[in-house]
């Protein structure tokens, strides 16, 4: 009688094990598939951090080159019309005046300003295609984690499914447009 009584409880024991190693399988593939769902969200989330960047800074970069540009375009114009409107000896007077203050006055800058939104642009668009690839990276692990064997029949069981990489659609000319100042 005692024989089986410790049969039974070894039974017992190696069923439970069993059980538990099972359930913990289960948990370990569920765990990492959310894991790899939550870097997913990250990533798509830096793609919109990055995309509100470029709708926050390229349109306020442009409107700062426009009024430098407006600003030197108006100091220009009033150099020439004092030119203009002066007679030879007074001009001679003016030249003199321009060359002493020359040396005071800043530079025109608006091909820096051009520059560096130029930079800014280029800065801003590999940024985001670097997120995107970050996004496209996580789903493809996500979704070869999800194809293999077991953890296709455990996850499938709990309806986690394969997910689809994000197809962009800008609705956008095939040509790079020519002046961002039109």
């Known amino acids: 009688m005692k024989f089986s009584w410790k049969l039974c409880l070894i039974i017992l024991a190696v069923v439970l094990a069993l059980v538990l190693v ?63 409107a002066s007679s030879d000896e007074v001009v001679g007077d003016i030249m003199a005046n321009i060359n ?6 800043p530079q025109l800058k608006s091909n820096e300003n051009y520059k560096q ?31 293999k064997f077991p953890n296709r029949g455990i996850l499938n069981m709990l309806g986690y499914e394969v997910q689809s990489f994000e197809k962009l659609n800008y609705n956008a000319s095939s040509d790079a447009p020519t002046n961002l100042f039109d």
């Open 22 to 84: 099972f359930v913990f399988s289960f948990q370990g593939v569920q765990n990492k598939a959310i894991g790899l769902e939550e870097q997913i969200t990250t990533a798509q989330s830096e793609i919109d951090i990055q995309e509100k960047r470029r709708a926050d800074l390229i349109p306020n970069l442009v409107d700062c080159v426009k009024a430098y540009d407006e600003h030197e375009y108006n100091t220009l114009m009033a150099v020439i019309e004092a030119r203009g």
């Open 100 to 105: 002493v203050v020359a040396e005071q006055y």
């Open 117 to 147: 939104l130029m930079t800014e642009l280029a800065t801003t668009e590999n940024l985001i295609a670097n997120t995107r690839s970050n996004y496209n990276t996580w789903v493809s692990k996500y979704n070869s984690y999800v194809k």
